[in-house]
């Protein structure tokens, strides 16, 4: 096998004629679980490592290095991190009896809320680490593999990672994976971390942190390599982004509203979107960019939880049902077409049958073109936890699949809308079959067209012929000049 030096940066050389060896490259598979944050977060640990020579492997047993980057959202989050592990111990077993060797890595969430507890059960785990740290990955595998013991690190450091980690830069697309090819044209870029609501039901605040927010000329930096490397959407991301707050270069405080100004200032730069949002953080200035910024997608996740004020105040969400409905208004004021996605819990602690009523009469009052819903589940560590008057999870899954029906119905309804309309859709991969390319809407619907692969990545007009449950079909139209010139070729 390749030998793998104490330190990643380290390089032997040969004294008998001074020529440096430049060590092979190692494989690294890197897999990632939940939210649109850990898939950035993901991005960024493949560039630390690709600068400490570790290339992206989609095959796990051929990997030097796996990492787990693991979400805390989902039921049972945490076994099922472990269950993969069981597969991993087999493989890295498997590998060492062929004299190679696998080093693991669980990061993110649920690295963050096990900690010590994550190398007493899975002694396979070479390094844990918090979502705070991950710029560090390449330093602490190195420490695992000259200790020969776990590293867990899941303190909140002083520093900024962002400022720690190494500049963005173009995709190689010939190496790339699908999702990797999407992210050419489409990407996420984090602004800003963390949350002070303290929702009873979330676990963000004690595995996230207190609320950070990325200074504006870092972001427009980021944004600048991303775009010239092709992207032509971008989506900011923060666990409650439209409270951004990030310093400026004139010492002042920049909200949301002024971030997006400045990065519409991008020409090449098409599409800006954000999530996730909290309701009371849609502050004027913001439905102003809405409204008057033509690069800002008429496309908002606005979650509401539940439509019982009861149940908003038990989860300590600070707004009642009637608030968020007067902010609904508002924002549809601003920009009439407008699409709302959302995200809703069924089952919370102490929900009554009349409480969930109040969920779906929000649902059909707001109409939502998608939505994410979820029965509740008891985070640890959480005040919901200890909550009294646990919902039957009978109960919980009849109120599920009646809410889920009704958001089917709403989003096919929505999609079916469609049909008729031309609308710019960004082309951004192939499709399944020969021919056919994927794009996605100005409403984030994806858009499936005939077309060959020359108008990847551009935007074009597409009239939309026909609206499924979770996408839409329709026919390129080309300006004539374009048209004429593919017919000559």
């Known amino acids: 096998m390749d030998e793998h030096p104490d330190s990643l940066s380290e390089m032997p050389s040969n004294t008998a004629t001074g020529h440096v060896e430049v060590p092979a490259r190692k494989r690294m598979h890197l897999r990632t679980y939940g939210c649109q944050m850990n898939v950035y977060d993901s991005e960024r640990m493949a560039e630390a490592m690709d600068a400490a020579g570790y290339d992206l492997t989609d095959d796990v047993n051929d990997a030097d290095l796996v990492v787990l980057n693991t979400c805390h959202i989902r039921e049972k989050a945490a076994e099922k991190v472990y269950s993969e592990l069981g597969r991993i111990r087999k493989i890295k077993d498997a590998r060492a009896a062929e004299g190679a060797e696998t080093l693991v890595a669980v990061a993110g969430c649920v690295a963050q809320a096990e900690g ?3 190398a007493r059960r899975a002694p396979v785990v070479d390094l844990v680490i918090g979502p705070q740290s991950y710029h560090r990955l390449p330093e602490l595998m190195a420490e695992a593999r000259r200790d020969n013991r776990a590293i867990i690190e899941t303190e909140f450091p002083d520093e900024d990672k962002f400022a720690a980690l190494p500049a963005r830069k173009p995709l190689d697309l010939k190496g790339a994976t699908q999702s990797q090819r999407i992210r050419a044209r489409t990407a996420f870029l984090t ?9 009873t039901f979330c676990v963000v605040p004690y595995t996230r942190g207190a609320e950070f927010s990325r200074p504006v000329a870092k972001i427009v930096d980021e944004a600048r390599l ?6 032509r959407e971008l989506t900011l991301l ?3 982004v439209n409270a951004y707050h ?3 270069q004139e010492g002042g405080t920049a909200s949301l509203a002024t971030l997006l100004e400045a990065l519409s200032e991008i020409p090449e730069l ?9 309701p009371r953080d849609m502050t004027d200035d913001l439905l102003a960019q809405h409204r008057d910024n033509p690069k800002v997608m008429p496309y908002l996740h606005l979650p509401f939880q539940a439509g019982a004020d009861r149940m908003l105040a038990a989860m300590n969400r600070k707004h009642t049902g009637a608030e968020y409905r007067d902010i609904v208004a508002r924002i549809r004021e601003a920009r009439p077409d407008l699409a709302l996605s959302t995200d809703i819990i069924v089952g919370f602690p102490g929900e009554s049958d009349a409480d969930f009523e109040d969920t779906m009469a929000m649902v059909r009052d707001v109409t939502y073109a998608q939505a994410y819903s979820f029965k509740y589940s008891a985070r640890p560590g959480t005040p919901a936890a200890n909550l009294e008057d646990q919902i039957p999870e009978d109960v919980k899954s009849a109120r599920l699949a009646a809410l ?9 309804s929505f999609n079916t809308s469609c049909v008729g309309k031309t609308m710019p859709v960004l082309l951004e ?3 399944r079959h020969d021919g056919q390319l994927v794009g996605r809407s100005p409403w984030l619907q994806s858009v499936h067209v005939a077309s060959d692969a020359s108008l990847l990545g551009q935007i074009v007009d597409v009239e939309i012929t026909s609206g499924g449950p979770n996408s839409l079909a329709g026919t390129v139209h080309l300006p004539d000049t374009r048209r004429d010139a593919r017919t000559a070729a």
Do not use: I, W
């Open 404 to 412: 889920q029906d009704l958001l089917n119905a709403q989003q096919l």
């Open 429 to 431: 991969r192939p499709g």
């Open 226 to 231: 991303l775009v010239d490397a092709g992207v």
């Open 191 to 199: 602004v800003q971390e963390g949350c002070d609501k303290f929702c």
């Open 238 to 240: 923060g666990q409650n």
């Open 270 to 278: 098409a599409r800006l979107r954000y999530t996730t949002s909290h």
């Open 246 to 248: 990030g310093e400026t």
């Open 116 to 118: 010590e507890e994550m």
